[in-house]
């Protein structure tokens, strides 16, 4: 059983950045891993996603050319950078695992941007 832990996640300005991370307990290589965030009164939604090697990434729509999915997998550790940091990107962030039919998820992390 592979634990998630977020981290990263503050209070911010719009326009600003972060970067968040999501640690893993053990190893990680062969799962897909995505970043996933919900806001109050909303669904949960893909935010990115990225292949076991690194090779392959997708983004949704809203976050397509300010924020940018990254791996180390010697590190057991999952990025999200986000840049340009808008209002509607305020909600809880998580990170997941995939493999098959496994899958896993961190707790989360708080992401505010306000002024």
Not at 13 to 33: D, E, K, V, Y
Not at 65 to 78: K, L, M, P, Q, Y
């Amino acid at each position: 059983q592979v634990q998630l832990a977020e981290s990263g996640g503050e209070l911010v300005q719009p326009g600003g950045s972060l970067r968040l991370s999501c640690a893993a307990s053990g190893s990680i290589f062969r799962f897909t891993m995505a970043w996933y965030r919900q806001a109050p009164g909303k669904e949960r939604e893909l935010v990115a996603s990225i292949s076991s090697s690194g090779n392959t990434k997708t983004y949704g729509d809203s976050v397509k050319g300010r924020f940018t999915i990254s791996r180390d997998n010697d590190e057991n550790t999952g990025y999200l950078q986000m840049n340009s940091l808008k209002p509607e990107d305020t909600a809880v962030y998580y990170c997941n695992i995939a493999l098959g039919r496994a899958s896993f998820w961190g707790p989360g992390t708080q992401v505010t941007v306000s002024s």
